[in-house]
């Protein structure tokens, strides 16, 4: 994903085609997978472009979407892959413990004893739950569950967040699952 100015809140993400009229689907980001029609057009990062929802439908994991003046397979095929955004002041401010991921990203984790464990790059959900992806200064990033277990504490404010990490939760040697194949049979 691009990087959007901190003004603007990503709601969404189009992707293919849909049909032959110019809907398309869209992978919206949020609770409610229609909460990005809720809050006027929608534009993209640069807000060179914007789009306004005429028709949204829920199907499976995606909305199906109808955007104004978009009337055909072929405008709707160049909209693959564009995200989303609205401006940030359209929205409520978060209650409590609850975070939009545009201001996590770029934090700091740190583990208990403040040890830099490198900054967040992205914040996934693959349907198990929030996960955050953190960057280490050197080697490969790695997920963690965004959950008050793992992630007790989010300054916004001091720009970190503290990880509590299970021994052994970073290391590369396989993982011993208690299964012996050598006794299968």
Same mark, same amino acid.
């Given at each position: ?44 990062? #640069?807000?060179? @472009? ?6 949204? @439908? ?18 709707? /095929?160049?909209?693959?892959?564009? !995200?989303?955004?609205?401006?940030? #002041? ?7 413990? !609850? ?10 984790? !740190? ?21 955050? /992806? ?23 404010? !001091? ?12 290391? /590369? ?13």
């Amino acid at each position: 994903m691009s990087s959007a100015p901190s003004d603007k809140i990503l709601m969404a993400v189009v992707g293919a085609a849909h049909g032959i009229r110019g809907e398309v689907r869209v992978k919206p980001y949020g609770d409610d997978p229609l909460s990005f029609t809720d809050y006027g057009a929608l534009e993209t990062a #640069d807000g060179s @472009r914007r789009f306004t929802v005429v028709n949204a @439908r829920v199907q499976k994991t995606v909305v199906v979407t109808k955007f104004k003046g978009i009337n055909d397979r072929n405008a709707a /095929e160049a909209l693959n892959g564009l !995200e989303l955004y609205i401006p940030r #002041d359209r929205l409520p401010e978060p209650e409590e413990d !609850e975070f939009y991921h545009t201001d996590l990203i770029g934090l700091t984790a !740190e583990d208990e004893s403040g040890t830099s464990l490198g900054r967040i790059v992205t914040v996934q959900n693959f349907g198990a739950g929030d996960l955050i /992806e953190i960057r280490p200064p050197s080697g490969k990033s790695y997920y963690i569950p965004f959950t008050r277990e793992f992630v007790p504490t989010v300054s916004l404010a !001091e720009g970190k967040v503290i990880c509590i990490l299970p021994p052994d939760y970073l290391s /590369e040697s396989p993982r011993d699952d208690g299964n012996d194949d050598a006794t299968a049979g």
